[in-house]
């Protein structure tokens, strides 16, 4: 008897001799997040799925990463130098940096993903971000440049520019700009980045599974080395679990992205401040023909009334400063309070604008619109007062469109529509990568527009290059292509049992530093 109790006790012992030394782990913190799909490539260089930079930011890091409040933080790089004229950087590499099969991480991985990035065969969506760097704007004309970063031996990375570029370290921290190991991405054979067998991960988890019916399930890298060491044993990422909202409240989920309504109602909760990501603009399709006649624009958008606009929108769209959202930030700093607030249309007669414009396109009278919105979204009062504010004013009767989000999107993206109040979301980047989202969603290439976002994009200075964006965006306001008439905000909210969930700028859940709350 005395032996079995001995027995039981050296394991009893045993067990929680090991649970003691778990390298101060929280026991079995596996954190909860439901996605908002399905997540098909993994591919940092690649992916502009939001729900895949979620997952990858857990799983992966580049140089450096970004705050909650958008300052810089060493990741894969110890240090930088910089030279006199602000065009070339020198990373020194942390050398105990591992990939998850244990071999180092090292400057050529570096090279090797903003190689993958500038292909001239296969660009990169992101490669707009760097085009700063030597060869970049070549390579994305088809003209295969020397690009300017290399390797000086493994732990050195050198990047040179065209021009000094004061948010290029900001970029850095984007996923686009994780490294890549060559031999690694070769043996994959063209499948790097679609499942767990063709992954490899340098952050301070791994992607443990990959189902798109269930999970995404990361668990800890054995190989991760970092001052900054995660507390918890992994992170299981949901995919078409209903209602979010509910699996957050009854316990089921430790972190979650909500409506103002939503938001207002869990003041019990850990809930972050609100971030004005998004601007709601009633936008032209200028691939149309008559809306390319800008003073029929202006004719349009001059019996709108603002005030009442405003007032007829839902309680969670307040009035907006300008095209860029609030929320944006340049240089760790808020381009809104760098920029100013945009300056508006002034109204004019807009029948006599009518009849300027029908003179210039040779019609008559314009020929049937319509107007396209989200049907789920609340705004249907504000369709119908720009209904009646067209009708009265120009006789121009507008079709109301309520479409699904899905449905808005594939019309905004294929350029089937004809006028759209439609809500555009700050992905996380600059005012730059902000600008030129609407042009590639709306088909603004006019050059005078294009050469003011390059000019900008060589200022030398925050508060210069926030002039010039500045500059671009009241281009577009002064010549009607869009007109905002809302900005509304996203909302966070975290376990109140826990801490250290943050939010990077674009909205992505960061994982590594939470832990439960010290009673």
């Not at 394991?11 to 929680?16: C, K, T």
């Not at 798109?212 to 078409?240: C, H, K």
């Not at 029948?351 to 049937?368: C, Q, W, Y």
């Amino acid at each position: 008897m005395k032996k079995r109790f001995l027995a039981l006790f050296l394991a009893l012992f045993f067990v929680f001799s090991l649970a003691a030394c778990r390298s101060g782990k929280d026991d079995s913190l596996i954190l909860r997040y439901d996605l908002s799909g399905q997540v098909s490539s993994l591919d940092p260089q690649f992916t502009t799925s939001a729900d895949a930079r979620t997952v990858l930011y857990n799983a992966m890091e580049g140089l450096y990463r970004l705050s909650e409040a958008g300052d810089l933080i060493p990741a894969g790089a110890s240090g930088h130098t910089l030279s006199a004229d602000g065009k070339t950087y020198t990373f020194t590499l942390r050398q105990d940096a591992r990939w998850s099969d244990g071999s180092p991480v090292t400057a050529k991985d570096y090279v090797f993903a903003f190689q993958r990035m500038f292909r001239t065969d296969s660009l990169s969506p992101h490669a707009g971000k760097f085009a700063s760097i030597e060869g970049a704007s070549a390579r994305m004309e088809g003209t295969a440049q020397p690009l300017g970063v290399s390797a000086s031996g493994d732990y050195t990375l050198v990047i040179r520019l065209t021009e000094a570029d004061p948010l290029f370290l900001q970029r850095l921290a984007d996923p686009a700009a994780f490294p890549c190991k060559e031999d690694f991405y070769n043996e994959s054979k063209g499948r790097y980045g679609l499942s767990t067998q063709t992954l490899l991960s340098n952050g301070p988890f791994v992607v443990k599974s990959w189902d798109n019916s269930a999970s995404i399930t990361l668990r800890p890298n054995d190989q991760y080395s970092s001052q900054e060491e995660s507390t918890i044993d992994g992170v299981n990422f949901f995919i078409g679990r209903e209602n979010p909202l509910e699996q957050f409240t009854s316990g089921k989920s430790d972190a979650i992205c909500l409506s103002r309504e939503e938001y207002l109602s869990l003041g019990g909760w850990n809930t972050a401040s609100p971030r004005e990501d998004t601007v709601w603009l009633l936008v032209f399709n200028t691939r149309h023909a008559p809306f390319q006649n800008e003073t029929l624009r202006r004719a349009i958008l001059s019996p709108i009334d603002r005030e009442a606009l405003s007032d007829a929108l839902p309680e969670d769209i307040d009035s907006p400063d300008g095209l860029i959202p609030a929320a944006v930030r340049l240089a760790g700093q808020s381009y809104r309070e760098l920029a100013g607030n945009a300056v508006f249309l002034s109204s004019q007669e807009p029948r006599d604008l009518l009849i300027t414009a029908l003179g210039d396109l040779g019609l008559e009278k314009l020929p049937r619109t319509a107007l396209s919105y989200p049907a789920d979204a609340g705004v249907e009062e504000a369709a119908v007062l720009l209904q009646k504010a067209w009708g009265e004013s120009l006789s121009l009767y507008a079709n109301l469109t309520p479409l699904s989000k899905e449905e808005l999107n594939t019309a905004i993206q294929t350029g089937e529509f004809d006028l759209a109040l439609v809500p555009i979301s700050n992905r996380g980047d600059g005012p730059r990568e902000f600008l030129a989202q609407l042009a590639q969603l709306f088909g603004w290439q006019e050059e005078e527009y294009l050469s003011l976002l390059e000019e900008a994009q060589r200022a030398t200075s925050a508060k210069a290059m926030a002039a010039g964006y500045h500059r671009a965006e009241e281009w577009l306001l002064e010549r009607c292509y869009a007109l905002p008439v809302g900005a509304s905000s996203s909302y966070e909210a975290t376990n109140q049992n826990l801490e250290g969930i943050t939010f990077l700028p674009d909205g992505s859940p960061f994982f590594k530093l939470a832990h439960r709350k010290q009673n």
